[in-house]
Each structure stands twice: as structure tokens, then as C-alpha cells.
């Protein structure tokens, strides 16, 4: 199996389905640039080794950088990690870094995705995994999913919905992207 490293900064709910239904793929580190990260806790119990480190960027880049060394890692899955690589980290691993975002990318890129689709009245949201490249949500996609809006949803009941399909997709597209 393909070594994955996923990176978080919070709860870490898709790194958890990124690990329990690893097909083709093992997740050998979670990563963190939040000590605090309550997905850490949760890697932990699962039985993943993990990293966290708060520090200004270049110095948590250089200390992840060992880390994904020392782990032998070639594919990146960034999983509610909200901090934006630097472009020189990016330009090392051009093409293996995944991340998920919650909308139907190229709409709605950038945070704060579910109140911006509720107030432009769109019907449909989802979520899509997608290559990392240095501008902000606009890499290559690899796989997305639609997900209803329904009548009296707020933010929080449509991030909920969408979560859900996070939770199903993101497996499925990383295992078919380390298979390519
Ligand atoms: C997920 O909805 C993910 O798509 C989103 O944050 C949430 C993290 O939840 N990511 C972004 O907004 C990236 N800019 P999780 O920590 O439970 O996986």
C-alpha cells in the first residue's frame, strides 16, 4: 500500500474515514500544525503516529518536511488542514498532495462555503477532492460529489449533509488516485 501523511488542524473527521476505509493506500502519520487538534486524539486511538508543532510556517514546513522523510511518505491527503502551504512546499510535492474542500469547486473556493451558497439561493452544493497547486482551491479535480440543499437548511444542517458525503468520497477518490 501507497504511505499517506493527511494533515489537520481540527477535528479530523475525514482524516478518521481516510483511515478506517483505507483500500490501496496506509496512513502512517496525521499531522498537525495545532497541538491541540482534537483529530490528534483521535489518530492516537486508532493507532496512527502523529506530528504537531506550532511555529511560523517556514519552521513547521521544514519540521514536517523531516517528519514525511523519516516516514517514507509520497502522497499528501490535506484533511480540514486550514493554513495555506507555502508555494515552495507545494512546488516539492507538485501532484501529491490531495485535499478535500466543501463546495462544488470552482465554485465557492476559500472558507465560509455553505452561508455563500445558501445566500446566492444555489439548490445544489457538494464537496471535491482536488490536486493542491499554489492557488487556493483551483488545482486539478479529481472527484466530486453533488449534495442537495433543502428548504430551511441553515450552514450548519447543509455542512452537515455535505460532511457526510466528505466522509464517503474522500476514501474513494485517494484510493483510485494512489492506484493511477
Ligand atoms: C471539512 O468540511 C473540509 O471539507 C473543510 O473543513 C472541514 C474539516 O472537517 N475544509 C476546508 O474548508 C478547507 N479550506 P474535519 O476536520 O472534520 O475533516
Known amino acids: 500500500p501507497k504511505r499517506v501523511a493527511i494533515l489537520i488542524s481540527g477535528r479530523g473527521s475525514n482524516m478518521k474515514a481516510l483511515i478506517e476505509q483505507a483500500r490501496g493506500y496506509e496512513v502512517v502519520l496525521v499531522a498537525s500544525n495545532k497541538v491541540h487538534a482534537p483529530g490528534l486524539d483521535t489518530a492516537r486511538a486508532l493507532g496512527v503516529p502523529t506530528f504537531a508543532f506550532e511555529a511560523k510556517r517556514d519552521e513547521f514546513e521544514a519540521a514536517l518536511e523531516r517528519s514525511l522523510a523519516d516516514h517514507k511518505i509520497g502522497t499528501i491527503a490535506l484533511a480540514g488542514y486550514m493554513r495555506i502551504l507555502s508555494a515552495a512546499f507545494i512546488g516539492r510535492w507538485r501532484g501529491r498532495i490531495l485535499n478535500i474542500h466543501p463546495s462544488l469547486l470552482p465554485r465557492h473556493k476559500g472558507l465560509d462555503t455553505h452561508n455563500r451558497v445558501l445566500a446566492a439561493g444555489e439548490t445544489v452544493s457538494g464537496c471535491t477532492v482536488h490536486l493542491v497547486s499554489e492557488e487556493l482551491d483551483s488545482g486539478d479535480v479529481i472527484a466530486q460529489t453533488e449534495v442537495p440543499v433543502e428548504s430551511g437548511d441553515d450552514a450548519s444542517r447543509l455542512a452537515a449533509r455535505v460532511l457526510e ?16
Open 165 to 180: 458525503a466528505e466522509h464517503y468520497l474522500y476514501p474513494k477518490a485517494l484510493s483510485e488516485f494512489v492506484r493511477r
